[in-house]
């Protein structure tokens, strides 16, 4: 007994608990369900990716304590094929591509929670306003390691193709607060989960008619609210959830006026006292929001509160 297992559990996935994966892998069967589409086109494994993970540890916890593979496999119900596989070094996520744990990779998952959108396993952005958002979005995919798409004729998009990344966009959006031990786990990823999104539903706070605003993101599900807010007290950064009602809106594709599908919509606001602190530690990536929040940091939040 006593085998060396070879695989290392990517970064991403090492630093959760099983308890956080097994919450993973319920919330992710809950969408599953929902979407009938997603769940065919997984259809070839029983339980999802985070469930598995769980499983797999268990195994190498019980076959190091000299537990038989037939054993193992008849007591945590998974085929004894799939044992052995385990035992010989395979993973999981062996067949797909994970990604780096990084800056990059918080930034593109927040402002794909925000501004993409799922046809799995492809994560696309379209009619993004900004043509900047398109460039820092691509660059953050591609220091992931992954190709994109742009197009920047008709209307602005970018798009690119990963399966695990899809799947935690679609956790984001459904069951926010589930990716909350993910992405407090590092600095750096929750900085650039907090920057991505305030690109994608921020705004700077700078205008004629909001004198004295200070930095803001709006969504209408607020578990999206709940999570950059617990990300942001991770960070240091003063904010307060505010809830408002939510007014018609015309379509930039159609011009066409939309009632909206939620009555409220929820935005997590920067406090005053953290407004500079959250212009050095974050920003906008966008550079039009970025000055303005720039000249209101000038004339407005020259200090940062002590904590
Ligand atoms: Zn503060």
């Not at 396993?121 to 306003?129: M, R, V």
């Not at 906008?284 to 004339?299: N, P």
Request: net charge positive; glycine share 6%.
């Amino acid at each position: 007994m006593g085998a060396r297992i070879l695989f290392e559990e990517p970064t991403l996935f090492r630093i959760l608990t099983d308890e956080a994966l097994l919450n993973m892998g319920e919330e992710f069967q809950l969408i599953c369900q929902k979407y009938s589409k997603l769940q065919r086109r997984l259809k070839k494994s029983k339980h999802p990716i985070y469930t598995q993970m769980v499983y797999y540890r268990k195994t190498l916890r019980l076959y190091e304590e000299g537990v038989e593979p037939y054993n193992i496999s008849k007591f945590l119900g998974i085929r004894f094929s799939t044992i052995l596989s385990w035992i010989k070094g395979h993973h999981p996520l062996s067949s797909y591509i994970v990604s780096e744990f990084n800056y990059h990779f918080g930034y593109t998952l927040g402002a794909a929670i925000g501004d993409g959108a799922v046809s799995y396993p492809n994560i696309i952005f379209s009619w993004l306003k900004d043509e900047d958002f398109v460039d820092a979005i691509a660059d953050s995919v591609k220091s992931m390691g992954l190709k994109t798409w742009v197009w920047k004729k008709r209307n602005h998009q970018v798009a690119f193709c990963n399966a695990i990344f899809a799947q935690l966009v679609l956790l984001g959006k459904h069951s926010a607060q589930t990716l909350l031990p993910l992405l407090s786990s590092s600095k750096e990823v929750a900085i650039g989960v907090v920057s991505g999104f305030f690109d994608a539903e921020g705004r700077s706070g700078w205008g004629k008619k909001y004198l004295y605003d200070a930095p803001r993101a709006s969504n209408t599900k607020i578990e999206i609210i709940h999570l950059i807010k617990g990300l942001l007290d991770y960070l240091g950064i003063h904010s307060t959830i505010l809830k408002s009602k939510n007014k018609e809106f015309i379509s930039p594709k159609t011009n066409k006026k939309y009632r909206p599908k939620s009555e409220y919509i929820y935005s997590v606001r920067i406090k005053r006292c953290c407004v500079k602190r959250f212009y050095k530690l974050i920003g906008f990536r966008i550079k039009r929001k970025q000055e303005e929040l720039s000249k209101l940091v000038q004339t407005r939040f020259r200090y940062i509160c002590p904590i």
